[in-house]
């Protein structure tokens, strides 16, 4: 009975519906004097190919202790490519233990696929060699990791703060007439998350604030509470986290997708600084964008602590408003509203360094932008941490 | 064809991490002529092109572009124009404002002169009338083209192509190919050309050199034709007729 030829290299189609499968059979090893001939029965096809690679697995100590293998063909009924593999598979290993191996009743096509696989057939690489492992070492490449990292970190603000004089010399190398469209993309469309965000820490605020002073009578106190609260930590602070995540990762992947489509090479071979030319306008457009959201982020806070507080407590609007105005001083406001400004240099720093890093295609983009997300809100974090105890040592 | 070099290198080595990939590389462009980059995939000829127009610091050696030393890039225009392999226009912005953005840079000219010359440098390679569309509502082809109509269009005399007949059919690659023997022919623009396609090589460059990987460096300089029919070397010979290797090591 003529085979029926699944294709070497399944290039060729294969009409499955023309007739079931054989059932899978399991090969039989056979001894005679030096000789072990085992013997394939029906089909060698990828859908057989793991129980008849266990089957051999079986089958090779036994076999292995023998001069010469022949592998008896005759019986296989219908083969493909997976099964010559595997097949092949048991061959080298026989070979490599001292068998000599040939084959015997193969069909023209299978002997064909056969040679094919063993022609184009490279020797398995040794396993690399087992490196350093334990604690230690995985303490060591991350402080390794870390100290490139800070070394990446500095060369970046060493060469945006190189480009900027190269920047100022030549103004026209900088796209300044793209910063109304950023400042819009990073301000403009941010507005809405940054307003929600705050308005909902201001209405927690507001009802845990309530709750917990009413406990030492001290409610009263809720408009103060709220207005320091957001004015000096959560307005800044939740703002810059917002646009960590949303500005962020968009300047990461927008910069990173640049580097991959070799957009950033293209800015160079015409005389551009990447730093001028991508880096400043951005952080220009965050420098400008990140005070106006922290300012609205503040005044939506407040005013959502108000909205949660005014319905628990016996006071009316006014004096709600007249405690608040009372608490914010300018000293408050301004400590908290300042560090948009560091907020704004770091998350564009990070994010733009992620971006400009990236090499490879979609994936390192992707892995790139969740770096800048995770990295700028640490930051902003650390920053917050940072001017917390500078105003606490110089009690302000 | 001219006989004065235009890009001299000498002893150059290239490499990523201080290893080197090519060493020990020596060879002249000369002004005027189509000057073929060639070797098979991952020989290192992008990579090479990199360290031409100065986007990397060679490992060692020399790149000299007209005489005036290394090419940089921090200082200010251009002398040459690049395309890159998939040709690296801003996906942002329309063809018009892609080729203006150097014009812009570089230049004083007022709005209607950059749109003039825009037009003119998209007329020249078969893009007249698509100022307005943007990079992703063109054919692989036409991006090409846009991209070489942006390397002209500071009116440099030095071209680098990477690549600018890979993954095109057989006829746009060959328009293509039109392209870049008009701006030599008749520009008398220099242009040095990466390229693994051997129709493309044979159509259009006066000479070319052959990376090989596995010495690191140049396997042979020389006209295509005459490398293609009278090279002794094993590995120039495969590489120019497509022969197995089996059976021209023997």
Sequence with gaps: MALPVRGPLCLRAVDRSMRPDPPYEAPALEHGGAEARVRLRGPLALVTAGALRRDLDRLEDEAAGRQAVVLDLAGVDGFDSAGIVVLLDFERRLTARGASVTLAGAEASLARTWDLYLSRRREPAPPPAPGPSGLLHRVGAATLDAAHAARAALVFIGGFTESLPRAVRRRRTVPWRDLPDLVQRVGGEGMGIVVLTNLLIGLITGFVGVLQLKRFGAQSFIAEMVAIGQLRELGPLITAIIVSGRTGAGYAAELGTMKVSEEVDALRSMGFDPMSFLVLPRMAALLLALPILTLLGDLVGVAGGMIASLPMLDMSVGSYLEATREAATPTHFFLGWIKAVPFAVAITWIACAQGLATRGGAEAVGHRTTRAVVFSIFAVIAIDSVHAMVYALLEV | ?250
């Design chain 2, 1 to 250: 064809m001219a006989a004065e070099p235009y890009v001299t290198v000498r002893d150059l080595s290239v490499g990523w991490g201080g290893v080197p990939l090519l060493r020990g590389l020596d060879f002249d462009v000369l002004r005027g002529e189509c000057f073929a980059i060639l070797g098979g995939s991952g020989s290192g000829k992008s990579t090479l092109m990199r360290f031409l127009i100065g986007l990397e610091e060679p490992l060692a050696g020399s790149v000299d572009i007209a005489g005036v030393g290394a090419p940089s890039l921090h200082e200010g225009r251009p002398s040459f124009g690049v395309m890159f392999q998939g040709g690296a226009l801003f996906g942002s912005l329309t063809l018009r404002e892609n080729l203006a953005l150097p014009l812009r840079a570089w230049t004083d000219l007022d709005e209607r002169t950059v749109d003039v010359l825009v037009a003119a440098k998209l007329d020249l390679v078969g893009l007249g009338g698509a100022e307005e569309l943007l990079p992703e509502e063109l054919s692989g082809g036409m991006r090409k083209r846009a991209a070489i109509a942006r390397a002209l269009v500071l009116e440099t005399d030095l071209l680098f192509l990477d690549e600018p007949s890979a993954g095109l059919d057989p006829v746009t690659a060959v328009e293509l190919d039109d392209l870049i023997l008009g701006l030599v022919g008749e520009l008398g623009i220099t242009v040095v050309l990466v390229t693994h396609e051997l129709p493309s090589l044979f159509r259009v460059a006066d000479r070319c050199l052959l990376l090989d990987r596995e010495r690191g460096g140049i396997a042979t300089i020389g006209v295509p034709a005459e490398l293609r029919d009278g090279a002794r070397d094993a590995f120039v010979r495969h590489f120019f007729n497509r022969s197995s290797p089996r059976e021209v090591t023997t």
